[in-house]
């Protein structure tokens, strides 16, 4: 079985910096496009940031600048660096990865387990 096990997250004061981590585990033949998502209080879920297997980022329009995606392909691990938080930026987090088990297998979509992150003004 695949497994995305995502690090704890935590309470910061606004302004503070937080990073998450997403260590993919178990049978893979590749790990393609990381992912995170957030649900915040009041939204839809929405993508924070992705990063392909080529390390091509894609931001969503209210972290650009604050956020970073990152990824270790020897580690099969994604980060988010999150710099310059804000109150609006609490809420739940979830890596997301797409993964391809076998050479010629579709490509399969997992989550982590979510963490919450909280930022106090």
């Known amino acids: 079985q695949v497994q995305l096990v995502e690090s704890e997250g935590g309470l910061v004061q606004a302004g503070g910096s937080l990073r998450l981590s997403c260590v993919v585990s178990g049978h893979i033949f590749s790990v393609n496009a990381m992912d995170w998502f957030r649900q915040t209080q009041g939204k839809q879920r929405e993508l924070v940031a992705a990063?392909?297997?080529?390390?091509?980022?894609n931001y969503g329009e209210s972290v650009k600048g604050r956020f970073t995606i990152s990824r270790d392909n020897a580690k099969n691990t994604t980060y988010l660096q999150m710099n310059k938080l804000r109150p609006e930026d609490t809420g739940i987090y979830y890596c997301?990865?797409?993964?391809?088990?076998?050479?010629?297998?579709?490509?399969?979509?997992?989550w982590g387990q979510g963490t919450q992150v909280t930022v106090s003004s």
């Open positions: 990063i392909t297997s080529g390390g091509n980022t």
């Open positions: 997301n990865a797409r993964i391809a088990k076998n050479y010629n297998s579709r490509i399969e979509l997992h």
